[in-house]
């Protein structure tokens, strides 16, 4: 333990957690000598802590039975787990939640005490949580606010949606969760038009209004184990590509869960990985020209040689 300040919230949640303590069974928790408790406890009878002794063999320190802690006492890592996760929340979210964050940190900042908050100054300059999304939400900042709205008081949806090929239905839709994943914001829903639950890309949602029906959200309904098995890809193709040994050294820098690097005895190193999509795979290789040559399986090999032609094609075809 790092300052006075934990050690005494520290003792205080001891004292809470047992009925009674010896001065030589306080030391040996907080790991300091018998005459530092003595100051500690007399440090918290200053503040008001309500503690009293017991002398005789079988006696100790205890805490007034009916003292119970004040509600925002927090060690300098709760707080800074606070602080950081109010600026992730802003980070995702963005402008419609800045005002709470800001709220949210002008409180802790007015409550802890100066060591502490100096502690959490430390930390978030050491600690750097980024988020990336892969486009810019603050168009749609409106919209998720809308459908926050909606989803607390059960209130259907229509939306006009456009699919991944560009066609675009209108849907009435329960809103159940928004949530962030890979870089993208989500609506998980009941769509009516399909008469099942559905995933929207919120970037992909032209229109949206507030509809007269209500409803109620399942009881048995979950949205992480929803998405757990809903977004996920599932791989089906063991690929296996051989890469110069140009880009070997880049290659062992970026072996990592999805994507293992052997070495070769020429100096090139194989890289393999899973993939669900074959058409994916080949621009994986494709992006590496002439330094990647695809191994497995040969279904991508092939892949890879039509891309390669076709490639070869519009340029003939331009004359050059």
């Not at 205080?12 to 001065?23: E, G, I, K, M, N």
Request: proline share 4%; aromatic share 10%; net charge negative.
């Amino acid at each position: 333990m790092s300052n006075v300040a934990t050690r005494l919230l520290s003792m205080l949640f001891l004292f809470q957690s047992r009925r009674q303590w010896t001065v030589s069974q306080l030391s040996a928790e907080l790991d300091v000598s018998d005459r530092t408790v003595h100051r500690y406890i007399g440090m918290l009878e200053e503040m008001g802590i309500p503690l009293y002794s017991e002398r005789g063999p079988y006696g100790g320190f205890s805490l007034l039975r009916t003292y119970k802690l004040p509600p925002l006492i927090f060690t300098p890592e709760e707080a800074t787990v606070l602080y950081m996760g109010a600026r992730l929340v802003e980070d995702i979210w963005g402008k419609p939640f800045h005002d709470a964050v800001t709220g949210v940190t002008a409180k802790l900042d007015n409550v802890l005490p100066d060591d502490i908050r100096q502690e959490v100054a430390r930390a978030q300059r050491s600690l750097v949580v980024m988020t990336s999304a892969s486009r810019d939400y603050s168009p749609y900042h409106t919209l998720m606010a809308d459908l926050r709205e909606c989803m607390a008081a059960g209130r259907r949806v229509t939306i006009r949606y456009h699919s991944f090929s560009r066609v675009e239905t209108e849907r009435q839709v329960d809103p159940y969760a928004l949530s962030f994943r890979w870089g993208n914001w989500y609506l998980v829903g009941y769509c009516h038009l399909r008469d099942e639950l559905r995933t929207f890309r919120i970037d992909r949602i032209n229109q949206l209004t507030h509809g007269k029906d209500t409803f109620e959200l399942p009881r048995d309904f979950d949205a992480v184990t929803y998405l757990e098995a809903n977004l996920t890809w599932q791989n089906q193709y063991q690929i296996a590509v051989q890469m110069d040994e140009a880009v070997a050294s880049e290659m062992r820098e970026r072996g990592s869960d999805w994507m293992q690097v052997s070495d070769n005895p020429d100096g090139s190193v194989t890289v393999n990985f899973e993939a669900d999509d074959l058409n994916w795979a080949a621009g994986w290789v494709m992006s590496w020209g002439r330094f990647a040559r695809a191994l497995e399986p040969p279904a991508l090999i092939e892949q890879v040689k039509q891309s390669a032609l076709a490639v070869i094609a519009k340029y003939e075809d331009e004359g050059t």
